[in-house]
């Protein structure tokens, strides 16, 4: 199933504005077990504080979660063993255990998928804040300080045999800091 939602809201007056929304998504991935979900947010604001001067801000920040599990790996993944594996091998046995087969060394991707579970939690926060000076009808001075930061956390556990766990819990974070300052000139010459 799949669930897309969405609002927006925006405002303001002469010298104030504004804008905020949301909106949220979720998936599920036609492999049993897999999903997508994403949340994100955003808000701009803008205010003439005097005639010649002006202040702003962007913010925006999204989070998601998926939920995976190996699909494409060329010798374990799931559709990989779908294919491969023989197809005279039973999902499960008689007795409940998974199925195997006695000639080729191949997971049975159904216990794959029962026994794999992989989550990866992603955040994103982008914003900016502006101050702008009109000192001329043409010339104007601006500075800007903006931030992109970007948090990843990967979990994944695989149980295929019981006495053997493969476990790895991975975090990433990039950010980045952006600071501009800057003089313009508009020249609108007519001829």
């Known amino acids: 199933a799949i669930h897309n939602y969405y609002l927006e809201v925006s405002g ?10 949301g909106g949220y998504y979720s998936q ?10 994403r949340l994100t947010l955003r808000l701009n604001g803008e205010s003439k ?3 010649n001067l002006t202040i702003g801000f962007n913010i925006s920040y999204s989070q998601s979660q998926r939920s995976t599990i190996d699909e494409n790996g060329e010798s374990w993944g799931v559709l990989s063993t779908a294919v491969r594996l023989e197809p005279t091998v039973p999902v499960r046995n008689n007795d409940g255990t998974f199925g195997s087969s006695p000639f080729v060394d191949i997971n049975n991707p159904v216990a794959t998928i029962f026994y ?7 955040q994103n926060i982008v914003g900016n804040a502006y101050l702008r000076s009109d000192i001329s009808k043409d010339l104007f001075f ?5 931030v992109d930061m970007i948090i ?8 295929l045999n019981p006495n053997h ?3 790895f819990i991975c975090g990433l974070t990039g950010k980045m800091f952006i600071s501009v300052t800057f003089i313009s000139f ?4 007519t001829k």
């Open 142 to 146: 601006g500075t800007s300080f903006g």
């Open 152 to 159: 990843n956390d990967y979990y994944r556990v695989c149980l």
């Open 116 to 122: 794999s579970d992989e989550k990866t939690k992603s």
């Open 49 to 51: 504080i005097r005639r």
């Open 165 to 167: 766990a493969h476990n």
């Open 28 to 37: 599920d991935g036609i492999i049993k077990g897999t999903s997508m979900d």
């Open 12 to 21: 303001g007056t002469d010298d104030i504005s504004f804008s905020a929304s």
């Open 186 to 189: 508009n020249s609108n010459e």
